[in-house]
């Protein structure tokens, strides 16, 4: 059975966070509405946008939460055109990948962004082709849903036992439990170590380099 390394994206792979607000912050003035600080944005990053739009304005209807994430996108693909997207790869994720490919790993996304800014971001690093599943929120629930990990692990010809998940948010911890997988937290992200552990992260990594010591400890090696 193929053993499978499953990504999260922004706050994962990548420090998209300052991008996210600024996006944020555009499309939410546009409404009329008032920007959360960063370190309260920060905490939705992960989810699909309309659910990350009801986290952020509970007291909004569903369509005007689905027309403020239309709204952010636009804002998102302005930034884009304008170059100042900023999405750097974190230090060590290019050597995680690097080992993990030759321990024999496959490695897959499971992203709230959609296919469009994953395969743009990825492209960018030069990293897309190295991933053998990309499952985004264009095709799936929101995260905690288990939809998007158990596509990758058929995609992959996995099995939850041999599959992990690493992300930086209680999303993603929830969402591996939920799928029967391994959640690694990436303590390098959005979401503080406690918040992972709480979800269900079986252990929580300071930098990307601490992953490979954690899979073989909880018996992925």
Partial sequence: MNRLAIFDCDGTLVDSGATIHAALRESFAANGYDIPPPHVSRKVIGLSLVEAMAALLPELTNEQHVELAEDYTRAF????????????LFEGVSELLDALERDGWLLAVATGKSDRGLRHCLESHGIHARFVSLQTADRHPSKPHPSMVDQAIADAGSAPATTIVVGDTSFDMAMAVAAGASGIGAGWGYHETQELLDAGAVAVANGPLEILDLIREHGHG
């Avoid at 302005?78 to 999405?87: F, H």
């Fill in 77 to 88: 693909m302005r930034l884009r055109a304008a170059g100042k997207v900023e999405e750097p």
